[in-house]
């Protein structure tokens, strides 16, 4: 079960620092890399600079055991957007499930790809302010800010329920425009059962 301190905000049980072979290796592929915030939040500040950029954080690889995805009760990931222009200033998230090689794969490294986003038409963003972006309409682990419903889920590939997760990540559209500014403090997720509760501080 999640516990809270006494500001109200779930106590992190894991912590990536920016700086470390951890933090590196999970924001590869990610340009330009994230930085601590101008603004001394806590979390790591991407800013898109040109074409294509854009950051990839790979925020979850298995343990001892594999997770299914009929095993996840929600994902979420706590965020603020400095800039807006359109939907591709919005971050999002993305589920990978393991490859089994049987012809149904949709690509050599991952079986299924699920994409949780914003839909925009009943959320409202507020720039440069947290919000907690999540699968669950009623999140099980709840941040004292406001409530951004993950709602829009589309992907490729099988997508069977008993599929074993492969990576859990968040990303940012290489779509936005050049002056992007996205920040992303925490990623977590929750177990039907509640055996496991995963609440990740992002920290530069």
């Known amino acids: 079960m999640t516990t809270y301190n006494s500001d109200g905000l779930p106590i992190h049980n894991a912590k990536v620092l920016v700086s470390s072979s951890n933090g590196i290796a999970v ?7 994230p ?19 854009k950051f990839n954080y790979y925020v979850y690889v298995q343990g001892s055991r594999a997770i299914r995805l009929q095993d996840v009760k929600e994902y979420y990931f706590v965020g603020a957007v400095d800039t807006y222009t359109d939907y591709t200033s919005i971050p999002f998230l993305v589920i990978y499930t393991k490859p089994l090689g049987d012809g149904q794969d949709a690509q050599p490294w991952y079986r299924s790809r699920i994409t949780h986003g914003v839909n925009l038409v009943n959320t409202n963003i507020q720039l440069g302010v947290k919000s907690q ?3 669950a309409a009623q999140t099980s682990t709840k941040f ?12 490729e590939g099988p997508r069977d329920p008993t599929e074993e997760i492969l990576y859990m990540t968040i990303h940012s559209d290489s779509s936005a ?5 996205i920040l992303i ?7 039907h059962n509640r055996a496991e509760d995963v609440n990740l501080l992002l920290s530069a």
């Open 177 to 181: 425009p050049n002056d992007a500014k």
């Open 185 to 191: 403090s925490n990623f977590g997720y929750c177990l």
């Open 144 to 155: 004292p800010y406001s409530q951004a419903h993950l709602s829009v889920k589309t992907g």
């Open 27 to 33: 924001y590869a592929g990610t340009l330009p890399i």
């Open 133 to 135: 972006f999540s699968t």
């Open 35 to 53: 930085t601590s915030d101008p603004n001394n939040r806590e979390g790591w500040f991407y800013q898109k600079t040109a074409g294509v950029e």
